[in-house]
């Protein structure tokens, strides 16, 4: 069992920056890719992006490529998402995602999720 944890979210002016952390306890977290994901109200749950287990490998909804970082640090058992030039159509609850695996874009290739985060962009 892997244990997900998200902090990091809140409100933020169109083009300013938050830092999502999902801090990951139970089983070896190195062996898990992990995932970012985001639902806004009424809408399904998006991928936002993605990093195998040794953070040499990323990647990115087109939506967010360019302004949004995902990173990992498996000594500290963290995932980082790193958001500028932030805009109010990236207001959603952000969840944490793990597998065991390599990298998946589809929420249903994920076995482990965190509560959400809110992440809220005013215009």
């Known amino acids: 069992q892997v244990q997900l944890v998200e902090s990091g979210g809140g409100l933020v002016q169109a083009g300013g920056s938050l830092r999502l952390s999902c801090a990951a306890s139970?089983?070896?977290?190195?062996?898990?890719?992990m995932g970012w994901f985001r639902q806004a109200p009424g809408k399904e749950r998006e991928f936002v992006a993605t990093?195998?287990?040794?953070?040499?490998?990323?990647y990115y909804a087109d939506s967010v490529k360019g302004r949004f970082t995902i990173s990992r640090d498996n000594a500290k058992n963290t995932v980082y998402l790193q958001m500028n030039s932030l805009k109010p159509e990236d207001t959603a609850v952000y969840y944490c995602a793990a597998r065991y695996g390599s990298s998946r874009f589809s929420a249903n290739e994920y076995n482990y999720w965190g509560q959400g985060t809110q992440v809220t962009v005013s215009s």
């Open positions: 139970g089983r070896t977290h190195s062996s898990y890719a």
């Open positions: 990093i195998n287990w040794s953070g040499g490998s990323t």
